[in-house]
């Protein structure tokens, strides 16, 4: 992944308090690093605390930027890198808007945290941002409805850099355990849908690889 560019913003990590915990995470960084999709673990701000190989893959392309690299905070890179488009398919509707709605709910929740707040400050550096935050914002999610900007199970189109993959879909999947969810810590993992073209001419989604069985009841 593309390092940042000088003067980049300063930005802390979360670290466990206790070894426990700490000795949890890098066991859990090696379970992250399995998974065969992009997967991430994000804090309140949506720092990024862990993220996989197929993560840094998904953006390998990405250039530079001082604040919003997509493995430091994910928001930032939603909002603010011009190549998130690149990467993230109908990036203002399927990408910003959901995660300006999870935004605007963490101000009304922890508005005093010093790192929303700089990213309310440079949301409204951008009069289009801006307005679409504080008119056009309210009434999407009206229209919607919370379920419609939830993550957990939403269907979002990405371009990624590997042909096998290319242009597709990916469906968000909320994977937090208890033990992140004290921390204040949600991972979420994006299972990207591989198609092919068929002799037909048409997409063909591949089999999935989990197969449900049916177990004969026990007599």
């Given at each position: 992944m593309?390092q940042?560019?000088?003067?980049q913003r300063p930005?802390?990590?979360s ?5 426990e915990?700490r ?11 399995a ?5 991430m673990?994000?804090?309140?701000r949506?720092?990024?605390?862990l ?11 990405v250039g530079?930027?001082?604040?919003a690299?997509?493995?430091d905070?994910?928001?930032r890179f939603v909002l603010?890198h011009p190549?998130?488009?690149?990467v ?10 959901p995660?300006?709605?999870?935004f605007?709910?963490?101000?009304e929740?922890d508005?005093?945290?010093?790192e ?12 289009i ?8 914002l ?5 229209a ?5 900007f939830a ?12 042909p096998?993959?290319?242009a597709t879909d ?5 994977e ?8 204040g810590?949600?991972r979420?993992?994006?299972v990207?849908r591989?198609?092919r ?5 048409t997409?063909g989604?591949r ?12 007599e």
């Amino acid at each position: 992944m593309a390092q940042q560019a000088g003067g980049q913003r300063p930005k802390p990590r979360s670290v466990p308090e206790t070894p426990e915990a700490r000795a949890y995470l890098q066991d859990y960084a090696t379970l992250l690093e399995a998974v065969p999709f992009p997967s991430m673990v994000l804090d309140h701000r949506w720092d990024v605390v862990l993220s996989n190989a197929a993560f840094e893959t998904l953006f390998v392309g990405v250039g530079p930027h001082p604040t919003a690299m997509p493995g430091d905070n994910f928001l930032r890179f939603v909002l603010f890198h011009p190549d998130a488009g690149t990467v993230l398919g109908e990036h203002e509707s399927s990408w910003c808007l959901p995660m300006l709605a999870h935004f605007a709910a963490a101000v009304e929740r922890d508005g005093h945290d010093h790192e929303l707040q700089s990213i309310r400050r440079d949301i409204a550096q951008d009069p289009i941002m801006d307005a679409a935050y504080r008119h056009g914002l309210p009434h999407w999610i009206r229209a919607v409805g919370e379920r419609a900007f939830a993550h957990d199970g939403a269907v979002r189109p990405v371009l990624h850099p590997d042909p096998r993959w290319g242009a597709t879909d990916c469906r968000v999947v909320d994977e937090t355990p208890g033990t992140l969810r004290e921390l204040g810590w949600t991972r979420l993992t994006l299972v990207l849908r591989e198609t092919r073209r068929t002799s037909a001419g048409t997409r063909g989604a591949r089999r999935s690889v989990a197969h449900l069985r049916v177990v004969p009841a026990p007599e």
